[in-house]
Each structure stands twice: as structure tokens, then as C-alpha cells.
């Protein structure tokens, strides 16, 4: 056993760090807002999420590859997994932008990929689900699935 359970990723803690006043003024004038990668858009993203779990699970192959351990990755690199030849090829890792692109349009980011899904049209719906990927690979479910598979 490794750490304590539950640990803010190191990105999201660092946002969340109290700010450090400076001078009297500060009192009088309003503390900037800070904008952190938020929980609200990690809940948000989870929910997005919801649409590909049809298919997809964070730490099982199902329908379509793993997501735990997603950022970071080769596309069509899961070992066991059967992806079409078009993924396989496609030479995409994956990342903010990388997935952005994909889920804009699956079917067009990758011609030929058996993820036969429209993909997210929107925008911030995109964005929220990023976050939610990035943050849900920092989750017990994902850090056991990484521990299991070493
Ligand atoms: C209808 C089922 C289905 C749905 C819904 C679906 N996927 Fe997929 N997904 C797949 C399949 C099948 C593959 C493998 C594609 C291939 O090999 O061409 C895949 C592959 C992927 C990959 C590439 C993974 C890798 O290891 O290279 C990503 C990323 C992905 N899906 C993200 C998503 C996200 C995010 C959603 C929700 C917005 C989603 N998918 C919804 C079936 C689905």
C-alpha cells in the first residue's frame, strides 16, 4: 500500500493553494478570482462522461479501450484491445488537443475508426470531459487498475 487515499493531483492542488496577500490594500480591494480547473468542471465533465460509458469504462475494456491512464498514451495502444487498423495507424498520442480534435468528430478525426459514435459537439462540453479524464486518472479505480497492471 502507497499513500494516503485521497490526494488532490498535483495540478489541481497547486490551483487551489490560498492566496498570498500583499499589503494593507488588499483588505479594500476585492481578491482576484482565482480560476483553478475546478471541481465544478471535473462534475460537469463526469457527466458528460456519462455518454461514453455505453462503451467505455475508466479501468475495463469494454466496448472501446480503458480510459484510466488515457492522457499520455498512443492511440490504438492497449494491449489486448481490438482496435480497427485505422486507429492502430492513426499515430495520434493522446492529449488536451489531440482529444479535442477526436471527440469533435470521431468519425472524421480518424476515418475507418470502429468508434461509431457522433462525438460531443460542444465546445466546453469537450473541455469539461478533458478535465474529467485528466482528473479521473488520479482516482483509487485508476492508480489500482496502473498498480494491477505492472
Ligand atoms: C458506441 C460505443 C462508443 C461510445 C459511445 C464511445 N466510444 Fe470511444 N471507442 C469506442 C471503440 C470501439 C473504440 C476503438 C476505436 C478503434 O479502434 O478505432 C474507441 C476508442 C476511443 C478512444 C481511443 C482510445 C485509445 O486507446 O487509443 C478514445 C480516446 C475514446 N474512444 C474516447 C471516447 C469518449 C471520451 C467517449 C464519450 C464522449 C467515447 N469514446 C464514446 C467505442 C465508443
Redesign the pocket.
Known sequence: MNGPGRRLPKWLAGALMPMTIAGPASAATPAPTATPPDQQQVQRGEQ??A??Q???ALAQDR???HHCG?LG?R????PGFA??Q??KDSRIT?NEKT?NQ??SGPLKA?PG?????DG?PDAKDRAD?IAYLRYANESAQCRQSAAAQR
Request: hydrophobic share 50%.
Open positions: 458528460v462522461y455518454r461514453c455505453a462503451c467505455h466496448v472501446g479501450p488515457l498514451r492511440a490504438g495502444s492497449v482496435y480497427s485505422a486507429m493522446w482529444l477526436f471527440l480518424v475508426t470502429s468508434m461509431t459514435y460531443v470531459l
